[in-house]
């Protein structure tokens, strides 16, 4: 997830015509849910048959609420020669937005720096995270949107990283797994709640 030094071609400003049906004081943000992410490993992210199958549920389960929240999908702009290179099929989305569904593309970790997001989620909203990578993007911008004022959930087993070679400790690894509950941690200690998978039916309605 590279932040870029050179000049770069301008990124397409997406439609932001709210949808009447949807609700914009609740997001679902999907970030960076891309082919190459949830391929198997070693590629993609080692929970990806964890995280892959989790991803499907709550989208679906949003999408059937009562009152939908708002869907974002974020996509990353990888640099050249990496795996979500823009137009290749690792940069692409790997579930398909409905044609209200804003997608929102990105060339930092924070997703809501250089791109029209905070145009899509008001200041008071509630923003329910998931997607990849859960050290980088997500941390990144789960930190910005508290500093904006949001109240953020993060539902645990819906986000994933990759191994961590640690620079510092003579080339030791320490595993994706652990990684993703050290973020869980840091962020909950920051004000982000989280969410198990089993508080799925309850996230979108009822609350």
């Not at 400790?169 to 709640?193: C, D, F, R, Y």
């Amino acid at each position: 997830m590279a932040d870029y030094d050179e000049p770069q071609p301008p990124i397409p400003v997406p439609d932001l015509t709210p949808h009447p049906n949807e609700d914009p004081r609740r997001i679902l943000l999907v970030m960076d849910v891309q082919k190459f992410m949830l391929s198997p490993p070693p590629l993609g992210v080692p929970a990806s048959h964890i995280v892959g199958p989790n991803i499907i549920k709550i989208l679906s389960q949003a999408r059937n609420a009562s009152h939908p929240p708002r869907i974002i999908f974020v996509r990353n702009h990888g640099d050249r020669g990496e795996p979500d290179e823009p137009n290749t099929i690792g940069w692409q989305l790997v579930h398909d937005p409905l044609p209200h569904e804003c997608v929102i593309d990105k060339r930092k970790n924070n997703a809501f720096a250089g791109t029209a997001l905070a145009e899509l989620i008001p200041a008071d909203a509630e923003i329910v995270m998931i997607g990849m990578q859960s050290d980088f993007c997500i941390r990144a911008t789960c930190s910005s949107a508290l500093e904006r004022g949001n109240d953020v959930l993060l539902i645990k087993h819906a986000h994933a990283t990759f191994d961590r070679l640690e620079v510092w400790g003579s080339g030791a690894v320490t595993p994706a797994a652990q990684v993703e509950k050290e973020i869980e941690s840091e962020l909950e200690e920051a004000g982000v709640i989280l969410l198990e998978m089993k508080d799925l039916p309850s996230i979108f309605d009822n609350r």
